[in-house]
């Protein structure tokens, strides 16, 4: 018996040296080594040198603690964003930079200081801010090596640091624009205060948490009214914060609310008519009988007496009632207490009537030591001080005035998101931007008069134009920050803190007026520009005010600016300074320096904001053309992460495990625009959806191994099957471009993932890989094949690359290995080829249907494979096309779809069942002349 021959060494298998096994986190290292050897980010900006530019202006994170998930995935966003308007061929610097100022950096320090027992009061102002630089360096370059990691392309050699000197200098010459143009004051206004941290706080600097307060009903005895039936009655008041008591100065009601004098025991007490019920529940009475109904607006004129009128002075002065519009029935008892210190609307209708705040509270939450109650005593914010059985509710009983008082209403509480601790509003003199103040219009020089008239003429409406003019995206952001802006009140810039740029002003000490002189101005500059925020001290004023001012005249500002007036200022300093000559536009243009901002959408109400009014007030316009957020990233459950839980995950840890690779192609596959979960599940689809799209890379370098300009074939004479994957790669083609102008990242990468799985390696690559196995090299359709291969192969891995940056390197670098960084190309341009494309659809799901139709007869082993299966379909077309389509043996027309085994024997080399097969084993006419081919070429 003649033993048959065994084909497989004729066969034209794929061959490559890219692995299967992507092994990243020991790869990706050696990869990024060699892009900085090369300078990959500086050779990017030689090769688009002269383009048009797009500039993403990098938000400035704290430059505090190892790098986070939402770090991960903002760098990751923003790394996308200029890889792919790099491949759009544009100019897209993308410098790095941090935030080195303010409380969060500065209480670590402290942190530091409190384990060795040390009080940071007692410590040089100097000394102090040196451990901050110091802090801020250590991080910096800890958070610059993590990110690098990620194949952020950035220039990290050259970062901007807000704690630079040159920095703080600019964020001066930018307050002095705010001073030389009177946008100013300094006003005592309740802030936002951290008796903790000792400051005051931006509304971005505050999170709300659920507390369990004291609620308390108070009494105001009534001394005087134009209704004469209400002297004796009690005025009733009830709070939350039952240490804002002393502060009080009188009582609001509401002039068109509806109130009852009621009864109970042997008091009367004044309550809005719809909470008479919950008040008589909350002091536990038993019945009450209502004597007379009376409208708010005929309290005005009434007064009362506070509760510890007995100790004189301040508390002995009576208390008006005050008709107020925030007055509302909702809770309480329709009448609000008073205390201009601590409540925004209680300083301005207190102010309105004359009445001044009285500054009990000091920066540490106790009250003043010579206050005439509870002198030096607190915290306020300790829940204990305020208990029922403290020392506020106490006096308050002890002189009748506590009515009820239980510890156990539950209410959200702003509090420090860097402490943690409950803050409180607070009264202090602060430094304060006006947003409704009349400001000079900033046109350029050949503007008209009418241009002048119709510029907006406030800071509020400044910025409210600018938003209209800018794109967000999502688009939601844009009515999120519109309603911020018009809601806010005037900005305070001034902290009462050590680490940060100084509000390097004077103020005349008689007249209170701030000094403006360009010249003061420029040696203050040229201080800070020289020695950093250090320069601002008491031993240089005399020099900084040169010889027209006297020094005894002056006082000399101490507070620090609002940090986020630094990073408000980064477009200032990074974008428009010429530090950076990547970043500056060509001469004439016109407009917001950045294209872009990115950041996670708590920024709408921080640095979006405070630069939008920062530019706005000094430019007239934002400095931004687009806004894009991200929402933030949740465990697997949807729960957000935190230490307490130990659900936190560590974009180190994921790279260390997975790969940097894997780590990118996660956050560019969530929807980023919402809240999105990450989790050990979710990451295993990550790294399927990754293999898939290596093995497609991978087979697509093993299909072309030795492919060469001598094989192309053109467009036009390729198969219809190739023309059509060809109109795939095209649709494919303005699906990403769309998507990169739309920043639709998570429909970029699906795209380009479904393209690869369900276009190619389950239809294109199934069907050809009988003529690529098989077909001898001068094949037309073999030719054509891998013609289609190759530009597959420059589009993919260029899509790819700003995805996969690793990963794109890597297989670029097989099939190049002397051809440079993939990095450095550009767009590909793909060939305009028109197809029957609902034919096509048809022909794939008639496929779809064959397949499904053969799957019962493989399962009970009737037939081994497609190969082995004889198809009837209800269609019209060539029979053999179809046959190769469908990958089957035999295919022929009918009415009914039908799959039978088919008679024909086997090719002993291509598999395939013809009927010039003689026998199983034996060669069909396509492989005997192959064969044929190979052996005379071997003999």
Known sequence: MTQERDYRSTVFLPKTEFPMKAGLPQKEPGILARWQDADLYRALRDARAGREKFILHDGPPYANGDMHIGHALNHILKDMVVRTQSLLGKDAPYVPGWDCHGLPIEWKVEEEYRKKKKNKDEVPPREFRAECRAYARKWVDTQREQLKRLGINADWDHPYLTMDFAAEATIVRELMKFAETGQLYRGAKPVMWSPVEKTALAEAEIEYEDIVSTQIDVAFEITESPEPDLVGAYAVIWTTTPWTIPA???????????????????????????????????????????????????????????????????????RPFLAGDFVTTESGTGLVHMAPDHGEDDFLLCKAHGIDPVFAVEGDGCYRADWLWLPGEGSVINPKFNAPDGPICTALAEAGGLVAASADYRH????????????????????????????????????????????????????????????????????????MVEGRPDWVLSRQRAWGVPLTLFVHRRTGEVLVDPAVNARIVAGIAEEGVDAWDEARAADYLGADYAVDDYERVTDILDVWFDSGSTHAFVLESGRWPDLVRPEGYVGPPADLYLEGSDQHRGWFQSSLLESCATRGHAPYKAVLTHGFTMDAKGLKMSKSLGNTVSPIDLMRDYGADILRLWALSVDFTEDHRIGKEILAGVADQYRKLRNTFRYLLGALDGFSDAERVAVADMPELERYVLARLGALDATLARAVDDFDFNTYVRALSDFANEDLSAFFFDIRKDSLYCDAPTSPTRRAYRTVLDMLFHALVRYA???????????????????GSVHLLEWPEIPAVTVDAERWSELRTLRATVNEAI??????????????????????????????????????????????????HKCGRCWRHLPEVAQDGALCARCDDVVAQIDSVSA
């Open 412 to 483: 959200s509480y702003p509090h420090s998101w860097r402490s943690k601790a409950k803050v409180i509003f607070r009264c202090t003199p602060q430094w304060f931007v006006p947003m409704d103040k009349a400001i000079p219009p900033i046109l350029p020089p050949d503007a008209d008069e009418l241009d002048a008239m119709l510029a907006p003429r406030t800071l509020r409406e400044r910025a409210v134009k600018a938003i209209a003019q800018t794109r967000f995206v999502p688009e939601k952001g844009r009515n999120r920050i519109g309603a």
């Open 248 to 318: 009080n100065q009188a009582i609001a009601y509401g002039p068109s609310v509806d109130y009852f004098v009621i009864e109970i025991g042997a008091r009367r007490y004044l309550v809005a008519e719809p909470l008479v019920d919950a008040f008589v529940k909350r002091i536990g009475a038993d019945s009450h009988t209502m004597l007379f109904y009376i409208k708010g607006a005929a309290l005005e004129g009434t007064l009362a007496r506070h509760p510890m009128y007995a100790l004189g002075g301040f508390f002995a002065r009576p």
């Open 855 to 904: 799957e019962p007869l493989r399962r009970e082993k009737v037939i081994g494979s497609g190969l082995e299966a004889a198809v009837t379909v209800p269609a019209e077309g060539d029979a053999a096309d179809l046959a190769e389509l469908f990958i089957t043996a035999s295919v022929q027309c009918g009415d009914t779809l039908a799959v039978t085994r088919t008679d024909d």
């Open 801 to 819: 690359a700003p995805v996969l940056v690793f990963t794109a390197e890597e297989v670029w670098g097989t099939r190049y290995p002397d051809g």
